[in-house]
């Protein structure tokens, strides 16, 4: 079982940044993929972004590319986001998780999910 919690949402304008938290707890998370996800209202839950934990190999989706930056502390069990450049378009609930197999860039291969935390961009 492994627990995932987001912190680091909030309101902010275009142009600004925003660092997202998940902490993980339980058994064996190292070994796992650790993603991000965002849905907006109306949509469905897309990738962001996402990280192998033991080889720190990082995936990107496009829009995000150079403006996105996944990281972990392994010390903190915690994977971060970090959001430069932020724009009207990444309004979304941001949700972390983990996967133990499978494409990164699927939700289907996420095991655990965490609650959310909102980010809003105001233009």
């Known amino acids: 079982q492994v627990q995932l919690v987001e912190s680091g949402g909030g309101l902010v304008q275009a142009g600004d940044s925003l660092r997202l938290s998940c902490a993980a707890s339980?058994?064996?998370?190292?070994?796992?993929?650790m993603g991000w996800f965002r849905q907006a209202p109306g949509k469905e839950r897309e990738f962001v972004s996402a990280i192998i934990w033991s080889s720190r190999r990082t995936y990107y989706t496009d829009s995000v590319k150079g403006r996105f930056t996944i990281s972990r502390d392994n010390a903190k069990s915690t994977v971060y986001l970090q959001m430069n450049s932020l724009k009207p378009e990444d309004t979304a609930v941001y949700y972390c998780?983990?996967?133990?197999?499978?494409?990164?860039?699927?939700?289907?291969?996420?095991?655990?999910w965490g609650q959310g935390t909102q980010v809003t961009v105001s233009s």
């Open positions: 339980g058994r064996a998370f190292s070994s796992y993929a």
């Open positions: 998780a983990a996967s133990r197999s499978g494409s990164v860039y699927l939700t289907k291969n996420y095991d655990y």
